[in-house]
């Protein structure tokens, strides 16, 4: 099973960003109010995100850290539907094999109570030990690939895995402004974004995020027809020297790179006579299930539309009438 694990950890674990996706993603899953995510040397020598969701009880501690071991699929049903945001069972296992893991959690609202337990390479402790915690749960992920050196061979520098990081953190933030983030690196708070769904609160995050220039020169929109909405901030090409990669899609709350989508959005831009530009935006739609079958692939950020021309016409006629009124 430790190879199985090791192996499976190819497919989820590339780096320090994608352990930082799925415990972000399992602490949003536990409806937590408020995710840390601390990390060292770029993640490479610590990663630990520390949440306020239900927390893990004692007997399902080492169950969690087993592989298939979810506790998010109660039916069929489930795996079609997009609830949750992890359902493999998979991630903590294939973590662990690669890394000193430690989970500490407790259920309870006492904070003298709770439990942990360590798994080093995927020699799991048997113990599970008494440890004093807050409601929630903290993940510590140390030494990624210490035994597995080939991969670690393929970390780059501090640098550009902290800024992979650093992305994934800005993705997941955008994903959820109704909880409070922070994130610090080498004992630095590098951000600290308080949890609100009013406007300005939002558009706080979006500066603390994608910097103040972007809403400088964006345009806030919020359009909504049958059971599609569309609501966020599209840059418009003036002065600003736009930021190729400051594009971000959110489909009933996930991130999303679809060729679909992008398209939409391109050529709306183009037609609005930005030509040559390229789009910048942050924009969330939302699909009433039952007006369109939305299904997000768990890692790989596709989703697909079983109605792909009517998601792309809404897309499309809401960006151009909305860049159309802006256009001086
Ligand atoms: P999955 O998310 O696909 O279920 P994981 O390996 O990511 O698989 O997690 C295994 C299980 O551990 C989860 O199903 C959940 O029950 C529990 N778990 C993991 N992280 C947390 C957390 N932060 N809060 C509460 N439970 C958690
Ligand atoms: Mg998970």
């Given at each position: 099973?430790?190879?199985?694990?090791?192996?499976?950890?190819?497919?989820?674990?590339?780096?320090?960003?994608?352990?930082v996706?799925?415990l972000v993603e399992n602490a949003i899953d536990a409806g937590s109010t408020r995710i840390e995510v601390e990390?060292?040397?770029?993640?490479?020598?610590?990663?630990r995100v520390r949440d306020d969701g239900s927390g893990i009880?004692?007997?399902?501690?080492?169950?969690?850290?087993?592989?298939?071991?979810?506790?998010k699929?109660?039916?069929?049903?489930?795996?079609?539907?997009?609830a949750s945001l992890g359902?493999?069972?998979?991630?903590?296992?294939?973590?662990?094999?690669?890394?000193?893991?430690?989970?500490v959690a407790n259920v309870d609202d006492d904070p003298?109570?709770g439990?942990?337990?360590?798994?080093?390479?995927?020699?799991?402790?048997?113990?599970?030990?008494?440890?004093?915690h807050p409601r929630g749960t903290s993940v510590?992920?140390?030494?990624?690939?210490?035994?597995?050196?080939?991969?670690?061979?393929?970390?780059?520098?501090?640098?550009?895995?902290?800024?992979?990081?650093?992305?994934?953190f800005?993705r997941l933030a955008l994903s959820r402004f109704d909880i409070a983030w922070v994130l610090r690196?080498?004992?630095?708070t590098?951000q600290q974004l308080p949890a609100g769904d009013d406007?300005a609160r939002r558009?706080r995050r979006?500066?603390a995020l994608?910097?103040?220039?972007?809403?400088?020169?964006?345009?806030?929109?919020?359009?909504?027809?049958?059971?599609?909405?569309?609501?966020?901030?599209?840059?418009?090409?003036?002065?600003?020297?736009?930021?190729?990669?400051?594009?971000?899609?959110f489909?009933?709350g996930r991130?999303?790179?679809?060729?679909?989508?992008?398209?939409?959005?391109?050529?709306?831009?183009?037609?609005?006579?930005?030509?040559?530009?390229?789009?910048?935006?942050?924009?969330?739609?939302?699909?009433?299930?039952?007006?369109?079958?939305?299904?997000?692939?768990?890692?790989?950020?596709?989703?697909?539309?079983?109605?792909?021309?009517?998601?792309?016409?809404?897309?499309?006629?809401?960006?151009?009438?909305?860049?159309?009124?802006?256009?001086?």
């Amino acid at each position: 099973p430790r190879l199985a694990n090791q192996i499976a950890a190819g497919e989820v674990v590339e780096r320090p960003a994608s352990v930082v996706k799925e415990l972000v993603e399992n602490a949003i899953d536990a409806g937590s109010t408020r995710i840390e995510v601390e990390l060292e040397a770029g993640g490479a020598r610590l990663i630990r995100v520390r949440d306020d969701g239900s927390g893990i009880a004692e007997d399902d501690l080492p169950l969690a850290l087993s592989r298939h071991a979810t506790s998010k699929i109660a039916s069929l049903e489930d795996l079609e539907g997009v609830a949750s945001l992890g359902f493999r069972g998979e991630a903590l296992a294939s973590i662990s094999s690669v890394s000193r893991l430690e989970l500490v959690a407790n259920v309870d609202d006492d904070p003298r109570s709770g439990w942990r337990v360590v798994a080093e390479g995927r020699q799991m402790e048997p113990r599970v030990s008494p440890a004093p915690h807050p409601r929630g749960t903290s993940v510590t992920v140390r030494d990624l690939f210490f035994n597995t050196p080939a991969r670690r061979k393929f970390l780059r520098t501090e640098k550009t895995e902290y800024g992979h990081v650093e992305e994934t953190f800005r993705r997941l933030a955008l994903s959820r402004f109704d909880i409070a983030w922070v994130l610090r690196h080498n004992q630095k708070t590098v951000q600290q974004l308080p949890a609100g769904d009013d406007p300005a609160r939002r558009e706080r995050r979006i500066a603390a995020l994608l910097g103040k220039g972007f809403l400088d020169n964006a345009l806030h929109l919020d359009l909504a027809v049958g059971g599609l909405r569309l609501w966020g901030w599209v840059g418009l090409p003036t002065h600003s020297r736009a930021q190729a990669d400051q594009q971000y899609f959110f489909v009933n709350g996930r991130v999303v790179r679809d060729r679909l989508v992008a398209h939409a959005i391109r050529q709306a831009y183009r037609d609005v006579l930005f030509h040559g530009r390229h789009p910048v935006f942050v924009l969330y739609l939302e699909v009433d299930p039952m007006v369109v079958d939305v299904n997000v692939h768990p890692t790989k950020h596709e989703v697909r539309f079983r109605d792909g021309r009517l998601v792309h016409d809404f897309l499309f006629s809401s960006l151009h009438r909305a860049l159309a009124e802006a256009r001086p």
